[in-house]
C-alpha cells in the first residue's frame, strides 16, 4: 500500500517486464512532488512544472537509469535532484515538453495539492526538493503507524495516539488517556512504545535508499534538520 523507495525496487526494476514498470512506478509515485517542488522554486509555472516532471521522468526512462543508479554513488534521492538539476539546464520546459512528453502522462500528479502546500516550503530549490523529501517520508511513516493501531496491532486510538506526533495541538495525558480508555500511566507507555516504533519506521523508510548504516544514521539527523529549521 505504500510506495517503497528504496535501491530495492531500482534492482527490481532491472529485471526487465511487469516487474520493471511496477518498480519505476513505485518510485516516481514517491519523488514525483519533491521533484515538482524543486521545478517550481526554479521558477517554472505550474503547467510547465507538470511537464517538466512528467518529462524529466521519461527522459530517465528513456536512459534506462535503473541500470544507470549506483547505491555506491550516494543516496537515491540526490541521485534524482543531480539528474533533475542537469535536465532543467539542458532542455527548456516547453521543448523537453513538446520533444519529450509529447502527451505522454507517467503519473497522475495532484499539482493542486501541491501547490497549495508549496506555499509553505522554502524559496531555494534545493532546499524545497528536500524539504518535501521529508515531509514525504514523515507522512508515509505516520501511516504505516497508524496502519498498524487500525488493523489491532497496537493499543490505543490512532487518531489519539497521533496527536503526539504534531507540532501543535497536542491534548493532555488526562484528555488522551481518557479518549483510549487508559489510565494516564498506561498512556505514557503506549507513548513510549509508539514513538519507538515511529522512529524504528522511519529507519525502515530510510535504510534501504542509502547504501549502509553510517548513511542512515546521516539521513534520519538531516530529517529531524529539514523538518526543524
Known sequence: MFPTTR?????ASREGG??????????????????YFYARRRGLAVEAAEDAVQGFFLHLLERDFPDRADPARGRFRSYLLTAMDHYLINL???EAARKRGGGVRLLPLDTVRAEHELAAAPAAPPLAFEREWATGLMERALARLRDEYEEGARKGR????????????V??????????????AQLKAALHRARERF???????VAPTVEDDRQADEELAELLRLLTA
Not at 516487474?19 to 519533491?34: C, D, F, G, H, I
Open 171 to 184: 491534548p493532555t495525558y488526562a484528555q488522551a488517556a481518557a479518549e483510549c480508555g487508559m489510565t494516564v
Open 7 to 11: 535501491w530495492t525496487l531500482v534492482f
Open 18 to 35: 511487469e516487474a520493471r514498470r511496477t518498480a519505476v512506478e513505485a518510485l516516481l509515485s514517491t519523488y514525483w512532488k519533491p521533484v
Open 92 to 94: 527548456h520546459a516547453r
Open 158 to 169: 490512532a487518531d489519539t495516539v497521533l496527536k503526539f506526533f504534531r507540532l501543535d495541538g
Open 199 to 205: 522512529r524504528a519506521i522511519l529507519r525502515e523508510e
